[in-house]
């Protein structure tokens, strides 16, 4: 292409499109669209993501989340009814991330259901409840995603209030549309829950109030919220560890028959249990850790921190934690490319063909070129140019136009209806942030259509012959 | 007097389908600079096609075609290409200007296929054919704001811009009305005369065949006589 920026070559073009405007002006709008659909759905896409993202690890999950190695399904906004194994040496994992310099703060949680157990006109009414069991003070700090709407939030330890339930406000709207009953904040209920060893614990609690989730409300509306003591007594998650027991006893549990255990009888240490000696259970329930880093993009070496303290955990980041809430901008953005692929599949075949049109209606203008010697890359140049120019300037308009629009809804961002908002960032508007990645593709994916359109008429122009000169113009 | 032009029993026919048209059967003659010559014939006699041959737009299906001393019969498409550029130029019956360009750009754009002229020199030279043509008022019109004659003005000054060996016309004022068409043989031949260019013209009209000093007549692919202004057979 030794002519390709020949002025005469692009003057040529540029007049022919001017000379061409209906047809040109039809061509251009759909470049336009599919440039404003690349550069403002991409943004909107990309923005979705980073909001997503924030969103996610700011209420939802953190980070990334550590739970029990001995488990084979991963943590989920969505596994209450067949929870997790709980993390083992949670107390010594919570010791260690609170001395970690890359932790910004973490929660334990307990993902469990249960039934409040109430007395209605006289009768027993259990009402069935999901619940995280939290550190209140911690979860608060981690992920403040709870509005206290009535009663209030969990005290400080040793306080009155530092124990109990607090419900979500959709709780409160489902319990009275199915059971008729409305729990006051303040009123003692009886909690109830089938232990791991499959008998029923009961524990005293009251309902501390209701909240409403500030984000995700889609997940946060079914959760309610539980203190970790009154889980732990709920669940029997106190005692001692087996590793503290005296030997004799490990040996007892370990036993193969009833003559082994009473063989133990005989053994000197047997009848001696150092009480002293015995550790409390090293086990809070806790079903994952949630974890915020100060730095997300230290991740991967915290993890190799975590592998290296040899704790009995797997881990997994945000994106895989918060179920598909994380994919619902991927799939977005999936969707924006797509129809922006789509339409410039169409513009590549309305280009190529309008075109094709042009160059058959040109046949004597070619041969004209070519027979005042004109090279074939010449007339390539013309077309090729034709093609660039008119796309790039209907380009340039999709990108101001994405832009005027960005630009119109400012700070406050994108309102989204709240179902659609919950589900992509969490709820409330998405703050649209401008980067260069959708403008460049933009103008990318312009270049390469106006490229790939213009192959086959080019051959088709640079194969007309100077005998058409002679046919007329 | 140099021979420029000089075809040697060239031949050309094509396939109809499956039927042989055979356009040229044999055709020699030798052209040499400065003349002002016409080929003439009735309608598919095989003058045009000679004008094809010589402008290096088609290739022969055998013979000879040697202009300015090369043999161009068996050229490349780029070779063929850049002897149009810078040894043959066209007059066309039907103008075939640039629609989109002006006057002036339609005359520069043949120099600005090749390299070598300055833009000074480039605009000297195409103001001094404008002016030769009779142009100077219409220099921003493009052609659809000309009138017929205008047009083919345009089309001798862009055929004479690169100082070509031969311009070939052909039916230079078939498009033409009568009188407009005596002006624009009047001013090729005046061009001939004061600069020596060299022409060839296809025509079937008599009143231009009676303005050429060479007449050289065809009928069905065959040359039927060969005369000069003086009578004499060439």
């Known amino acids: 292409m030794r002519d390709l920026f020949k002025p005469a070559a692009i003057r040529i073009a540029l007049r022919s499109i001017l000379r061409r405007k209906v047809r040109m002006l039809l061509i251009g709008s759909l470049v336009t669209i599919g440039t404003f659909l690349i550069v403002f759905g991409g943004t909107f896409a990309s923005s979705a993501q980073s909001e997503s993202k924030k969103a996610i690890v700011g209420y939802f999950t953190g980070d990334l989340e550590l739970y029990s190695n001995r488990s084979k399904e991963v943590p989920s906004p969505f596994s209450f009814t067949t929870p997790l194994p709980v993390v083992e040496d949670s107390r010594k994992i919570e010791a260690w991330l609170d001395g970690n310099p890359d932790v910004q703060s973490f929660v334990s949680i307990g993902q469990n259901y249960g039934l409040i157990s109430i007395e209605k006109d006289g009768n027993k009414l259990d009402l069935p409840i999901l619940f995280y069991a939290v550190d209140t003070a911690r979860y608060q700090k981690t992920f403040d995603n709870l509005q206290v709407t009535t009663g209030q939030y969990f005290g400080a330890e040793g306080s009155a209030t530092s124990q109990g339930i607090l419900l979500s406000e959709a709780q409160k709207k489902a319990y009275h549309d199915k059971y008729g009953v409305t729990l006051e904040p303040g009123q003692k209920v009886t909690l109830l829950s089938l232990t791991g060893g499959g008998s029923v614990n009961a524990v005293p609690s009251q309902v501390l109030g209701y909240f409403a989730p500030r984000h995700y409300s889609n997940v946060f509306d079914y959760i309610n919220f539980m203190d970790m003591r009154t889980y732990s007594s709920l669940f029997n998650f106190t005692g001692i560890t087996s590793g503290s027991l005296p030997t004799s006893m490990n040996d007892a549990f370990a036993a193969t028959s009833d003559d082994a255990i009473f063989d133990l009888a005989d053994t000197a240490a047997f009848d001696k249990l150092d009480v002293a000696a015995l550790s409390k259970e090293d086990l809070t329930g806790s079903t994952q850790i949630a974890i915020k880093l100060k730095d997300s993009s230290r991740a991967e070496a915290f993890l190799k921190d975590v592998e290296a303290q040899g704790f009995q955990v797997k881990s997994i980041p945000w994106n895989k934690a918060s179920s598909f809430f994380a994919s619902v901008a991927d799939i977005l953005q999936a969707v924006i490319y797509g129809a922006t692929f789509l339409i410039f599949l169409i513009v590549v075949f309305i280009l190529m063909n309008t075109l094709i049109i042009n160059i058959l209606e040109r046949t004597g203008e070619i041969g004209t070129l070519r027979a005042i010697g004109a090279d074939k890359s010449f007339v390539s140049a013309i077309f090729l140019w034709e093609s660039i120019l008119l796309n790039l300037f209907a380009a340039i308009v999709g990108i101001g136009l994405s832009l005027l629009l960005i630009a119109s809804f400012g700070s406050g961002g994108v309102k989204l209806p709240d179902i659609v908002a919950q589900y992509l960032v969490g709820g409330g508007a998405l703050k649209l942030v401008i980067s260069p990645v959708p403008f460049l593709t933009g103008v990318g994916l312009v270049l390469v259509v106006s490229f790939l359109a213009t192959l086959y008429p080019i051959r088709v122009a640079v194969n007309v012959s100077p005998l058409k000169a002679m046919s007329g113009n | 007097m140099s021979t420029i032009i000089e075809l040697g029993d060239v031949k050309k026919h094509y396939m109809l389908g499956t039927t042989k048209v055979e356009a040229l059967r044999?055709?020699?003659?030798?052209?040499?600079?400065?003349?002002?010559?016409?080929?003439?014939?009735?309608?598919?006699?095989?003058?045009?096609?000679?004008?094809?041959?010589?402008?290096?737009?088609?290739?022969?299906?055998?013979?000879?075609?040697?202009?300015?001393?090369?043999?161009?019969?068996?050229?490349?498409?780029?070779?063929?290409?850049?002897?149009?550029?810078?040894?043959?130029?066209?007059?066309?019956?039907?103008?075939?200007?640039?629609?989109?360009?002006?006057?002036?750009?339609?005359?520069?754009?043949?120099?600005?296929?090749?390299?070598?002229?300055?833009?000074?020199?480039?605009?000297?030279?195409?103001?001094?054919?404008?002016?030769?043509?009779?142009?100077?008022?219409?220099?921003?019109?493009?052609?659809?704001?000309?009138?017929?004659?205008?047009?083919?003005?345009?089309?001798?000054?862009?055929?004479?811009?690169?100082?070509?060996?031969?311009?070939?016309?052909?039916?230079?004022?078939?498009?033409?009305?009568?009188?407009?068409?005596?002006?624009?043989?009047?001013?090729?031949?005046?061009?001939?005369?004061?600069?020596?260019?060299?022409?060839?013209?296809?025509?079937?009209?008599?009143?231009?065949?009676?303005?050429?000093?060479?007449?050289?007549?065809?009928?069905?692919?065959?040359?039927?006589?060969?005369?000069?202004?003086?009578?004499?057979?060439?």
């Open chain 2, 26 to 234: 044999g055709v020699s003659f030798q052209i040499t600079r400065g003349e002002f010559t016409a080929i003439a014939g009735p309608s598919g006699s095989g003058k045009s096609t000679i004008l094809n041959m010589v402008g290096c737009i088609d290739n022969p299906s055998s013979g000879t075609i040697i202009i300015g001393g090369d043999d161009v019969s068996g050229l490349s498409d780029k070779r063929l290409t850049k002897y149009r550029r810078s040894t043959i130029s066209f007059i066309f019956q039907s103008f075939n200007l640039i629609p989109v360009l002006n006057v002036y750009e339609n005359i520069e754009l043949p120099l600005l296929l090749e390299k070598g002229m300055n833009e000074a020199d480039r605009k000297a030279h195409v103001m001094q054919l404008i002016e030769e043509v009779g142009l100077t008022d219409r220099i921003k019109n493009k052609p659809n704001q000309l009138s017929g004659g205008q047009r083919q003005r345009v089309a001798i000054a862009r055929a004479l811009v690169t100082k070509p060996l031969v311009v070939l016309a052909d039916e230079p004022t078939a498009n033409l009305d009568s009188v407009t068409g005596a002006k624009i043989l009047e001013l090729m031949e005046d061009l001939n005369k004061r600069q020596g260019t060299t022409f060839v013209f296809s025509t079937h009209d008599h009143t231009i065949m009676d303005k050429a000093r060479r007449v050289i007549s065809i009928q069905d692919g065959l040359i039927t006589s060969d005369v000069s202004k003086a009578g004499l057979a060439v």
